[in-house]
């Protein structure tokens, strides 16, 4: 039924039957077969909605139902877990983590406040109930009352608040500290109910509060030897660099889950010693493959390639602060040197699709198809070029095993810049040391970025002027003005306006050069079920741990 809301805005929560309860202010009590028609599901009444712009002002995220399963899930079983990266500076930190070592980790054996489905919509975690008011500036949220640490202490309020509190402290080095900096206050209302007041409106904090580094912590915990989190599994051993050996928590507040009794993760840094781990039985799941790799994955029996579909990009990035980026005209030359439909087929074996040098994909609901596609235009890129006064000189273009793919479209590139007379040198650099010595150090270089959560996730990150991984060093004011604007506006269509423009402003004058969005893909024994794309990452946006079994 629809109710009467209490007050002004849109309340949408779960009556703990599997049946959503949705109160709309000034609306008449109507049954839902009226107001949506028929057989309409939880997540088909959620969809309509959204389309009628009721996303904003006092909203409680729903509880989704999960997807009907062909089979049902078995207990039991243990699997060894290969990422792609490993260092011994591995945390169990979840504000520190820099690996996907550590992000698989993080929901291993923690939980946040909400999560992601496959269509990156957040939903209810460890969060009851989310709720806003003052134009998403204060935010109040109730926490489940089932919920127990793996240390039998119960999840309170005062947990909350330190876990959020803590990414503040420049002391803590949290990867999130720029996302964290605007909760002004963040304050216990009651043992499982606190509230959070933001310097200025953001209807995204729900989405930025499923990210898995605002997992939540005991109040006080600050060693992190080992891990005493809420989540699916407990720690039984963490070596960095080494391994991780997870186990089943019993007493996990999801009934049911997880299925398997164990799972040990490790880093193979290599990518054909990741496939060849797999293929031998060594490893039951592998992250990250090569698209090289896959036609072998996909031939070999009892194996099986998984895809997720994203926004993931593998960027060439030129300093617009240093010479010869500083340059407009030779960041446009370079721009239109890009072959980009030769790049999705050879290099990426069609696992991508085809991106236009800024952030946001064609499955982001604020998209904008209508921004001219760069084209592959060498008769521009001479021009431009020549405008430029760099023609026929030679610049070093850092490449790196560290960053995906970028030897390939170094390569690419310098091909190009031979047609035109500009020559690339490219530079070899070994992956220790590239993401601190070189990324956003040098002139010119490759990097690679997942797809994340949201538009003001990816914009404030990356492009905000001053921001931490701003690599190109740009900085436009406009951009950064409808930023803010951004966060503060409730109707979609007016903030699909304003992320248009940011796309074209990123388009026309950043210095980051996006080719493709690729897929991510990963591989597994056949009998491994349960894993679902989630774009924010590699195996299921790295939490797999609580859905995935073994069909024995």
């Not at 039924?1 to 779960?14: F, N, Q, T």
């Not at 028609?37 to 009721?54: F, H, K, P, Q, T």
């Not at 605002?214 to 080992?226: L, P, Q, S, T």
Request: hydrophobic share 40%.
């Amino acid at each position: 039924m629809l109710r009467k809301a209490r007050s002004g805005g849109m309340r949408v929560s779960d009556s703990g039957a599997g049946e959503l309860k949705v109160e709309i202010a000034d609306m008449e009590v109507l049954p839902c077969s009226e107001a949506f028609g028929r057989g309409a599901s939880r997540r088909e009444v959620m969809r309509l909605l959204i389309a009628a712009g009721m996303s904003a002002t006092a909203a409680t995220l729903p509880i989704f139902a999960g997807a009907a399963r062909a089979q049902t899930p078995r207990a039991g079983g243990r699997i060894k877990v290969a990422t792609a990266t490993s260092s011994t500076a591995e945390s169990l930190d979840p504000a520190r983590g820099l690996t996907q070592a550590d992000f698989s980790r993080v929901h291993m054996f923690y939980n946040g406040l909400t999560s992601f489905d496959e269509t990156l919509t957040p939903k209810l975690n460890l969060a009851e109930e989310i709720g806003s008011s003052e134009r998403a500036t204060v935010w109040n949220i109730k926490l489940r009352r089932d919920v127990r640490f793996h240390d039998g202490s119960p999840l309170t309020s005062a947990d909350v608040v330190y876990s959020l509190q803590r990414h503040k402290d420049p002391a803590v080095g949290s990867a999130v500290r720029s996302l964290a900096a605007p909760m002004d206050e963040i304050a216990a209302t009651g043992p499982h109910e606190l509230r959070i007041r933001l310097s200025g409106p953001n209807v995204d904090l729900p989405l930025i509060l499923g990210l898995w580094q605002f997992a939540i912590v005991k109040d006080g915990a600050a060693e992190f030897r080992m891990a005493n989190g809420t989540g699916p599994y407990k720690c039984q051993e963490f070596r960095p660099g080494v391994r991780s050996l997870a186990v089943r928590n019993s007493e996990y507040f999801k009934p049911g889950k997880p299925y398997l009794d164990e799972i040990e993760l490790f880093g193979i840094a290599d990518e054909p010693a990741r496939v060849n781990a797999l293929l031998a039985g060594d490893v039951q799941l592998v992250s990250q493959i090569n698209a090289r790799s896959a036609q072998r994955v996909i031939s070999a029996p009892k194996f099986a390639l998984f895809e997720t579909r994203s926004g993931a990009y593998h960027e060439l990035g030129i300093r617009v602060d240093q010479v010869p980026g500083s340059n407009p005209d030779f960041v446009l030359a370079v721009k239109h040197m890009f072959n980009r439909e030769q790049i999705r087929r050879v290099v990426y074996q069609n696992f991508a699709v085809i991106a236009n040098d800024q952030p946001i994909d064609p499955t982001n609901r604020f998209y904008d198809p209508s921004l001219p596609q760069r084209p592959f235009d060498l008769d521009k890129a001479r021009f431009h070029l020549q405008r430029s006064g760099f023609a026929n000189q030679t610049f070093p273009l850092v490449v790196s095993p560290a960053a995906p793919n970028s030897e390939e479209l170094g390569q690419l590139l310098q091909q190009s810049g031979r047609q035109i007379g500009l020559n690339f040198n490219l530079q070899r650099v070994p992956s220790d040391g590239y993401w601190t010595n070189h990324w956003g150090k040098d002139p010119m270089f490759f990097g690679s970025v997942p797809q994340k959560a949201g538009a003001d996730i990816t914009f404030t990150l990356f492009f905000k002027g001053g921001g931490a991984y701003n690599e190109s060093h740009w900085s436009n004011e406009r951009f950064d003005s409808l930023l803010i604007e951004a966060r503060a506006e409730s109707d979609t269509n007016k903030r699909r306006e304003m992320y248009g423009e940011m796309q074209r402003l990123v388009h026309d004058s950043c210095g980051v050069c996006i080719p493709v969005f690729a897929s991510y893909l990963d591989a597994h024994v056949s009998n491994l079920k349960g894993l679902r794309p989630i774009p924010t990452g590699s195996l299921m946006g790295y939490n797999f741990a609580e859905s995935i079994w073994l069909d024995q």
